[in-house]
């Protein structure tokens, strides 16, 4: 599947396509960090677990999608969103201009960003 089993990635930039989904098998054993740019496509669902892999990122965004609800298989639990080193406030992780319904108790636990939500 997509990026299964690569080594190391240190930013994804999938941003302005037609992509309509993403499943955990596209990034499975794939340690992601960096960015990941996912905004402006028709992402209307990500399989939950998808990123409860990933531990850190600079920077995290589906803005410009179509999901009604955030992944709650640990995606992001115990994240840390960094930004950029020597430069306040830069991390992001943004999940704006979509159809989000519901957020769960649970979606964001031990969450932390050097910057915005």
């Given at each position: ?10 930013e ?9 989904l ?50 709650n ?45």
């Open positions: 599947m997509a990026f299964q089993n690569c080594t190391s990635l240190a994804i930039q999938l941003a302005f396509n037609t992509i309509p993403i499943l955990k098998s596209h990034f499975q054993n794939c340690p992601l960090a960096g960015f990941i740019l996912l905004n402006n496509n028709d992402i209307g669902y990500i399989e939950d677990g998808t990123f409860e892999h990933v531990t850190e990122l600079t920077y995290f965004t589906v803005a410009n999608n179509k999901l009604t609800h955030v992944p298989g640990g995606d992001f639990t115990d994240l840390r969103i960094t930004g950029l080193i020597g430069l306040a406030d830069t991390g992001r992780l943004d999940l704006s201009n979509n159809r989000l319904i519901v957020l769960d108790d649970h979606s964001f636990k031990n969450l932390t960003i050097n910057g915005y939500l």
